[in-house]
């Protein structure tokens, strides 16, 4: 009997999400699919769902700024490997993708086939890419990789706050949001500089804006 899987598919539209899901259903025979919309959401399902086999992660989702969703989760729950699905198709995206710690890159206009047949070889461990790209990707800075380490030593709570500094708020604000003490969002943020390296609120955002990927130009 085929083990039972559990995919957590995280997506803000609703017509896309259902594709993912019948690509799930079409790789997997008996599944278990949650659903997530936001970057809370996803949050929220991998607490509850510390079991899942594999998160397909939108690049998009409310909440999230570029790469910093698929950061945080591989910081959180590293036993979870993360396809990331993205209507971003530049190859130096998909570069950066795997080297903050995805287990894939399928593009949204790939056909269901294609989804099902990426889900199941990370599902069997291994990694996919668009097999036609696999030989043009370039390779990451060293500089790039040693901010990726950097952004994976961060905490959870950590990584919250250097999220709503790059948003701009000031320390009152961001423990009023995470319930905390302002004393304690001091603390974590002279955590955050000292393991990014740098030596100023300032100095982080713009470290931080680096994980941000432009929007695909067509709606996805």
Not at 39 to 54: M, Q, W
Not at 170 to 183: C, G, H, M, R, T
Not at 191 to 207: N, P, Y
């Amino acid at each position: 009997m085929a083990l039972r899987h559990k995919i957590i598919v995280a997506d803000d539209h609703p017509l896309f999400r259902a594709a993912l899901q019948q690509a799930v259903r079409q790789a997997l025979s008996d599944v278990e699919i949650v659903e997530a919309d936001t970057l809370d959401g996803v949050h929220k399902a991998v607490a509850e769902n510390p079991d899942a086999d594999l998160i397909l992660l939108d690049l998009h989702m409310p909440g999230a700024h570029g790469f910093s969703g698929l950061v945080f989760l591989r910081g959180v729950n590293p036993g979870i490997p993360v396809v990331v699905i993205s209507g971003s198709e530049d190859n130096h995206v998909i570069r950066r993708a795997m080297d903050y710690g995805a287990s894939g890159f399928i593009p949204k206009s790939s056909p269901l086939d294609r989804i099902a047949e990426a889900i199941t070889q990370v599902i069997e461990g291994e990694v996919w890419i668009p097999p036609e790209i696999a030989d043009s990707l370039d390779e990451i800075s060293e500089d790039e990789a040693r901010f990726a380490e950097a952004l994976a030593s961060l905490t959870p709570q950590q990584f919250r706050v250097l999220n709503m500094l790059t948003e701009g708020l000031l320390n009152k604000q961001i423990a009023y949001e995470l319930d905390v003490s302002e004393a304690t969002i001091k603390a974590h943020v002279t955590a955050i500089l000292r393991k990014l390296g740098v030596h100023s609120r300032t100095q982080a955002v713009i470290a931080a804006k680096r994980l941000e990927v432009e929007p695909p130009k067509v709606a996805d």
